[in-house]
């Protein structure tokens, strides 16, 4: 029997964009996890994580091993990493973790896009009702918010570049309405 092969969300969609004014890339496949617990529980969790678990609202957490914390709510993180760290990540929350914690591996049902370029803000404001100027949305930011009517977590990455992290279904609806409010700012 043919062993099953796991399909990218992004397989068949094109890459989108005019270099230097907005691109739209799929991530690769990565280890997701969403967790919930105490204060002392994420304090501890994060020195092992190697990233900030803090409860400082709408920050991100990136480590020099490609792992990051996203902030989702008071007591919710989301955690990624290298698809080859998945494991390892679970073993280092059992591991860390001694008081109650929930944590729900959503690394199939989760992808992500990094989309960049120096129009960045007004292509996503076609689709996201937040202020994503630089001074109101900082680099290191992150929140979840819609995306035309995807539930999506954005994250600004750098002045100019964002991950947007969506339900796999979502895709293909957030890949068309990228696509054509980037069709109003990058002509010519």
């Known amino acids: 029997m043919a062993e099953a092969q796991r399909i990218a969300a992004f397989d068949g969609l094109e890459s989108y964009g005019k270099k230097g004014r907005f691109t739209l890339e799929p991530l690769p ?4 996890f969403i967790f919930r617990g105490s204060e002392a529980a ?6 092992a994580f190697g990233a900030d ?18 902030w989702l709510g008071p007591d919710e993180w989301e955690l990624i990493g290298p698809v080859t760290d998945h494991a390892e990540i679970e073993a280092i929350v059992q591991r860390t973790v001694i008081e109650p914690y929930s944590l729900v591996d959503v690394s199939h049902r989760n992808t992500g896009v990094v989309v960049h370029g120096a129009k960045i803000e007004p292509v996503l404001n076609a689709a996201i009702a937040l202020d994503l100027d630089i001074s109101a949305f900082p680099v290191g930011m992150c929140t979840r918010t819609l995306l035309g009517k ?8 750098a002045a100019d570049t964002f991950v947007i992290e969506c339900f796999r279904s979502f895709v293909p609806y957030v890949h068309a309405y990228l696509e054509e409010a980037a069709r109003e700012y990058i002509r010519a």
């Open 42 to 47: 994420a304090h501890d969790l994060g020195l």
């Open 29 to 32: 496949f990565l280890a997701r």
């Open 150 to 157: 995807a539930d999506v977590v954005l994250w600004r990455r």
């Open 53 to 70: 678990l803090s409860r400082e609202p709408l920050k991100a957490f990136e480590t020099d091993a490609g792992r990051a914390a996203l």
